[in-house]
């Protein structure tokens, strides 16, 4: 069979996406190259995996699609080439742990061999073997871990969402207990061939912005619809819509919604057309829907029409011995990552275990995965001891959203009498929140409220220089 070398090239610029692909050789036959130039065209290609994902990048727009790529590739298929050369960037890589990258066009001889490296691996391969990196399975149910009688019940919920294609499921639980995991493992599960996924964070995006993005918009509909555009219910029709935090969804898109439970049908933004979703949706959220039904802040009637299967996954604390084999699931995990030439660690020690057990584990599977990936990395023993673990009782630093409370508590602005216009006082008003946030753009526009471009024209119009 003729398999080709998947390569996705992302960028938000064309001339930089153009420069990248020179690198690329061009042994004919082999390649299968795709220009991805926004966040939109990024999700829609996702459904098919590439072997490589390659992401240039010369703006901050390109940061976004990075975290992205990432996301749905898993770093280990990310590679990066930089055309911007901060220091910052730098430390995100690293963090992100993409696998590999270049400052361009220094490194551009080293990128080129890289990419002769990967695909003379890729060569090697046998069919299946290369068929396999195509259809990965990374969402089945051995990645899902737990055999708690909680957990053993779950899974049988889960069992029956897939068994039911057409039923909306609802996921609640605490933050890293695994919503967003079950949602895959649901989708990949349910259809036997690759269809789209696609995952919108209703808390994410202000409310008009979030409108055209689940149903698109036609051309004209507001000052900035300059094209008809297809919303993430078009494209997803056929595949999964995932529609994570739905408890912090806006009461007027929560009508809308509602609509498309009830009939299967929705418009674009300023359109007349009556489209169709056939597919499923998925909603998830950390918040307690009745009591927001209580205070009248989430519809009753969408509430009673998301409870039909509602999966609702424990705290870890409330699962028994299951915090040990995930613990010792991602010791596993970590030894192979971070002590390739080292001895491998053997396991837990029952001090270690009895101190794991107490801690009450607010972050839930996430904390814990952290957690083991820490004490790997501090322990030179053969078992992880107690005190590897020390420092999930030392005081930790402050959450995001408690940043950001922090951050945006008492901001004062003081202008001279005769300049107090109120595009002074926005002016100063986004200055003082960046400087609050160290220059964090994306946390500044959550504060202020704003959409990140928003607020980047902001900050072109007023000159701001960002700390
Ligand atoms: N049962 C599990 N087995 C293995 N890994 C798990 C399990 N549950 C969660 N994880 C891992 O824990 C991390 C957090 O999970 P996930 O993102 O699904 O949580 P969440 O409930 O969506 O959290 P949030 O409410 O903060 O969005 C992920 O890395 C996920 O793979
Ligand atoms: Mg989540």
Same mark, same amino acid.
């Given at each position: 069979? +003729?398999?080709? !070398?998947?390569?996705?090239?992302?960028?938000?610029?064309?001339?930089?996406?153009?420069?990248?692909?020179?690198?690329?050789?061009?042994?004919?036959?082999?390649?299968?190259?795709?220009?991805?130039?926004?966040?939109?065209?990024?999700?829609?290609?996702?459904?098919?995996?590439?072997?490589?994902?390659? $992401?240039?990048?010369? +703006?901050?727009?390109? &940061?976004?699609?990075? &975290?992205?790529?990432?996301?749905? !590739?898993?770093?280990?298929?990310?590679?990066?080439?930089?055309? *911007?050369?901060?220091?910052?960037?730098?430390?995100?890589?690293?963090?992100?742990? $993409?696998?590999?990258?270049?400052?361009?066009?220094?490194?551009?001889?080293?990128?080129?061999?890289?990419?002769?490296?990967?695909?003379?691996?890729?060569?090697?391969?046998?069919?299946?073997?290369?068929?396999?990196?195509?259809?990965? %399975?990374?969402?089945?149910?051995?990645?899902?871990?737990?055999?708690?009688?909680?957990? =053993?019940?779950?899974?049988?919920?889960?069992?029956?969402?897939?068994?039911?294609?057409?039923?909306?499921?609802?996921?609640?639980?605490?933050?890293?207990?695994?919503?967003?995991?079950?949602?895959?493992?649901?989708?990949?599960?349910?259809?036997?061939?690759?269809?789209?996924? $696609?995952?919108?964070?209703?808390?994410?995006?202000?409310?008009?912005?979030?409108?055209?993005?689940? !149903?698109?918009?036609?051309?004209?509909?507001?000052?900035?619809?300059?094209?008809?555009?297809? /919303?993430?219910?078009?494209?997803?029709?056929?595949?999964?819509?995932?529609?994570?935090? *739905? /408890?912090?969804?806006?009461?007027?898109?929560? /009508?809308?919604? #509602?609509?498309?439970? %009830?009939?299967?049908?929705?418009?674009? $933004?300023?359109?007349?057309?009556?489209?169709?979703?056939?597919?499923?949706?998925?909603?998830?959220?950390?918040?307690?829907?009745?009591?927001?039904?209580?205070?009248?802040?989430?519809? =009753?009637?969408?509430?009673?029409?998301?409870?039909?299967?509602?999966?609702?996954? @424990?705290?870890?604390?409330?699962?028994?011995?299951?915090?040990?084999?995930?613990?010792?699931?991602?010791?596993?995990?970590?030894?192979?990552?971070? =002590?390739?030439?080292?001895?491998?660690?053997?396991?837990?020690?029952?001090?270690?275990?009895?101190?794991?057990?107490?801690?009450?584990?607010?972050?839930?599977?996430?904390?814990?995965?952290?957690?083991?990936?820490?004490?790997?990395?501090?322990?030179?023993?053969?078992?992880?001891?107690?005190?590897?673990?020390?420092?999930?009782? %030392?005081?930790?630093?402050?959450?995001?959203?408690?940043?950001?409370?922090?951050?945006?508590?008492?901001?004062?602005?003081?202008?001279?009498?005769?300049?107090?216009?109120?595009?002074?006082?926005?002016? &100063?008003?986004?200055?003082?929140?960046?400087?609050?946030?160290?220059?964090?753009?994306?946390?500044?526009?959550?504060?202020?409220?704003?959409?990140?471009?928003?607020?980047?024209? #902001?900050?072109?119009?007023?000159?701001?220089?960002? @700390?």
């Amino acid at each position: 069979m +003729n398999y080709k !070398f998947k390569i996705f090239l992302i960028s938000t610029s064309r001339a930089i996406l153009e420069d990248v692909k020179r690198f690329i050789p061009t042994e004919e036959g082999y390649f299968d190259v795709s220009l991805i130039s926004s966040y939109n065209s990024l999700r829609k290609f996702a459904i098919q995996n590439p072997d490589l994902a390659i $992401v240039a990048i010369s +703006n901050d727009s390109d &940061e976004i699609l990075l &975290e992205t790529a990432v996301e749905l !590739f898993g770093s280990q298929t990310v590679a990066c080439v930089d055309y *911007i050369k901060s220091y910052a960037l730098t430390v995100k890589l690293i963090k992100l742990r $993409v696998l590999s990258y270049f400052s361009m066009p220094e490194e551009s001889t080293s990128f080129s061999d890289f990419l002769k490296g990967k695909v003379e691996d890729w060569k090697k391969k046998s069919d299946i073997e290369k068929l396999l990196t195509i259809r990965r %399975e990374q969402f089945n149910f051995s990645s899902f871990i737990g055999n708690s009688e909680k957990i =053993r019940d779950v899974i049988a919920l889960v069992k029956k969402a897939i068994e039911h294609r057409d039923l909306t499921v609802l996921i609640t639980g605490e933050t890293g207990t695994g919503k967003n995991l079950i949602a895959r493992i649901i989708h990949q599960n349910t259809y036997s061939d690759i269809k789209p996924f $696609v995952e919108i964070n209703c808390a994410s995006i202000p409310p008009t912005l979030l409108e055209s993005e689940l !149903f698109g918009h036609e051309k004209g509909a507001f000052t900035d619809a300059k094209d008809r555009k297809m /919303g993430l219910f078009e494209v997803a029709s056929g595949g999964t819509i995932f529609l994570d935090e *739905i /408890g912090d969804l806006d009461f007027n898109l929560q /009508g809308k919604i #509602l609509k498309v439970l %009830e009939d299967k049908t929705f418009r674009r $933004v300023g359109g007349v057309e009556t489209l169709k979703f056939e597919g499923r949706i998925i909603a998830a959220t950390n918040k307690n829907l009745e009591h927001l039904v209580a205070e009248n802040k989430f519809r =009753r009637d969408l509430y009673y029409r998301l409870m039909l299967l509602p999966i609702y996954l @424990p705290p870890l604390r409330e699962r028994g011995d299951d915090i040990f084999i995930l613990a010792e699931y991602y010791m596993n995990k970590f030894n192979e990552l971070y =002590r390739k030439n080292l001895p491998k660690l053997k396991g837990i020690s029952p001090e270690a275990k009895a101190l794991l057990k107490r801690y009450p584990w607010p972050g839930n599977v996430r904390e814990l995965k952290h957690a083991i990936e820490r004490a790997v990395i501090l322990s030179d023993g053969e078992y992880l001891t107690p005190d590897d673990f020390k420092f999930l009782f %030392e005081k930790k630093p402050a959450s995001l959203t408690q940043q950001i409370e922090e951050a945006s508590s008492n901001i004062q602005i003081t202008l001279p009498f005769e300049s107090a216009s109120l595009k002074n006082l926005e002016r &100063e008003l986004i200055k003082s929140v960046l400087v609050r946030v160290s220059g964090n753009k994306s946390r500044a526009s959550k504060i202020l409220g704003i959409s990140r471009p928003r607020l980047d024209r #902001l900050i072109q119009k007023y000159r701001i220089n960002n @700390p």
